[in-house]
């Protein structure tokens, strides 16, 4: 484990003043990579931002981008061979251009595998994550009341 991999994970559990923010523990890994998973992190960070200019940076799980609006929209994981980009709620997305690839058998989460070369569909990629937004916002109202709602039956 290298140094910057030991602080980023260490600020990145601590509370209040002094620790990294998401967005710059997320900056550190893109750099820590040097790369084409660092580069391809780095592109599909600027088309979230760019598909939705309110999104929240996030840094969960020891070490996992997450990008959030009203809710996890996708997160940004990094392997030896792949850059994983797994959608919350992906199962109920339409994907009319095909970009899931990965995790296809979950009731609830979908992803695309990223590997070396790939080419995105920025457009369909933008679009996806719109209705990520989307669907966050329109489960946000009703997420208390049907919580709360007993089943029938």
């Not at 030896?80 to 979950?106: I, Q």
Request: glycine share 8%; aromatic share 4%; proline share 3%.
């Amino acid at each position: 484990m290298t140094k910057a991999t030991t602080a980023m994970k260490t600020s990145g559990s601590k509370e209040g003043e002094g620790a990294d923010t998401p967005s710059q523990l997320i900056d550190a890994r893109i750099n820590e990579l040097r790369d084409w998973r660092g580069e391809m992190l780095a592109r599909v960070r600027t088309l979230i931002k760019q598909a939705d200019p309110e999104v929240i940076e996030e840094w969960k799980w020891r070490g996992v981008p997450v990008w959030e609006h009203a809710g996890i929209i996708c997160t940004g994981e990094t392997y030896k061979n792949v850059v994983k980009m797994t959608f919350a709620k992906g199962a109920s997305l339409e994907d009319p251009s095909g970009l899931f690839n990965s995790s296809l058998e979950g009731n609830t989460r979908r992803a695309i595998d990223i590997h070396e070369g790939d080419k995105i569909d920025e457009e369909a990629l933008k679009a996806l994550i719109r209705a990520a937004v989307a669907l966050n916002m329109s489960g946000r109202a009703t997420t208390t009341r049907s919580q709360k709602k007993p089943k029938s039956g």
